[in-house]
């Protein structure tokens, strides 16, 4: 891996910053801007990591938090998929709970389980006393994202950051939780608690969202993973004004910002006027659905079901170019799957799909 030297990336996050890199042939980013590129891109959520054998060997005896904040580690690991798959875009190594570890906040990642909270918070002096984020203590990724930058070529890098809304729901619960109920019961009980805490994680993201922005991102993405628990009356009133500030801080930097959620079909329209340019779906509503709800002047994202992969090449060919035909009806279209990579694909059945996608006509 050779050394990037300082100047790769500068300091500046405008949008004709000097540090910004131009990647006109970028068919991920024109889709992302609502275009038709030469042919399709193609990218998938989680594919740096758990299904890559290489990805397992790199990894053997240094804990997840660790490999992030460790820059040559990261870099190796999100450069993985794109040697082996030649995706259009490389994802940023890294995790939602990241920017709260650095910040100061007790969470471990419990293989099997996820990020586990030291001390839940749940009450207003709980939130008054969470660590805000300094910019510096996000060096390490800053790091990894300057070496990818200079390893990459033209394969654009995605950052990424988890929404106020499911770092609330962790840091609330105290741990992974299929109900969210303490998170809902202190968003309607305590309102003006919910408030701050969901305004302290807005300016967390928007802070580590900068950072990767600062050291060379081509991209962003907000994960609100966990929204799709919500009623749409809810998202808008409690989640949606936090998710649309990290958006909007966003706005100058020249970056296309896609906002995603699993299971939020009765979310999409909120989701995309939050300020997203590219609106991420899962496999539960078609394309050509899913982009009357979200409007024409937004790209979308997915949203082959990531179980699907298991069905054998004939069935995972047929669902593409079902999804690839959907898709056409959207501005742009950023091939992906419904959710992350399941631990135990094959990932020859994804590189299938890459070489698929990328033979189709774009339509
Ligand atoms: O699973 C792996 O690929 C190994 C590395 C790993 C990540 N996160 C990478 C990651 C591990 C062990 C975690 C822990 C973790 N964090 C879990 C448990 C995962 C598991 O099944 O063991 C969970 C649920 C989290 C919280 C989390 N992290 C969420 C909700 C999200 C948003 C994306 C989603 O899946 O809904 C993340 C982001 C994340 N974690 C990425 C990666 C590589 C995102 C970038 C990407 O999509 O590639």
């Known amino acids: ?28 980013l024109a889709a992302a801007r609502g275009e038709r590129p030469g042919h399709l891109p193609v990218w998938f959520m989680r594919q740096a990591g758990r299904s890559l054998p290489e990805y397992r060997r790199v990894r053997q005896g240094t804990g997840m938090l660790e490999s992030c904040l460790t820059p040559d580690l990261a870099c190796e690991i999100t450069l993985q998929p794109v040697r082996r ?8 190594f890294s995790d939602i709970v990241v920017p709260l570890k650095v910040a100061g906040v007790g969470v471990e990642i419990v293989a099997g389980t996820g990020p586990v909270i030291e001390s839940p918070v ?10 805000r984020l300094d910019p510096e203590a996000v060096a390490p990724v800053a790091d990894a994202v300057r070496l990818l ?10 950052g990424f950051a988890g929404a106020p809304f499911t770092l609330a729901s962790y840091l609330v619960e105290g741990g992974p939780s299929r109900n969210h109920e303490r998170t809902k019961a202190l968003m309607h009980a305590e309102p003006d608690t919910w408030h701050a805490l969901l305004d302290r994680l807005a300016d967390l993201a928007l802070t580590f969202l900068r950072a990767q922005i600062d050291a060379g991102v081509d991209a962003v993405q907000l994960f609100d993973s966990w929204a799709g628990a919500l009623s749409e009356r809810d998202y808008r009133a409690l989640v949606m004004p936090h998710s649309a500030k990290v958006l909007a801080g966003l706005a100058d ?3 296309p ?4 959620g699993v299971g939020t079909g009765e979310l999409l329209t909120a989701m995309g006027e939050a300020g997203a340019d590219v609106v991420g779906v899962d496999w539960r509503v078609p394309l050509d659905e899913a982009t009357r709800r979200v409007g024409p002047d ?13 069905a054998g090449p004939d069935v995972v060919e047929r669902e593409v170019r079902r999804i690839v035909d959907e898709g056409r009806a959207a501005p742009g279209h950023v091939v992906n799957l419904g959710h992350g990579v399941l631990p135990e694909t094959d990932p020859d059945a994804l590189a299938r799909v890459v070489d698929l996608v990328h033979a189709l006509p774009v339509g």
């Open 122 to 131: 749940r009450s207003a002096a709980d939130v008054a006393a969470l660590p």
């Open 257 to 260: 910002r896609t906002h995603f």
């Open 298 to 310: 937004r790209a979308l994202q997915g949203n082959l079901d990531p179980a699907v992969l298991f």
């Open 1 to 28: 891996m050779s050394a990037p030297t300082s100047s790769t990336v500068a300091g500046s996050s405008g949008p004709t910053g000097p540090g910004r890199r131009d990647l006109p042939g970028s068919a991920y």
């Open 149 to 158: 930058v200079g390893e990459l070529g033209d394969t654009p890098l995605i």
């Open 253 to 255: 930097a020249g970056v």
């Open 85 to 92: 798959y030649g995706v259009d875009a490389a994802v940023l």
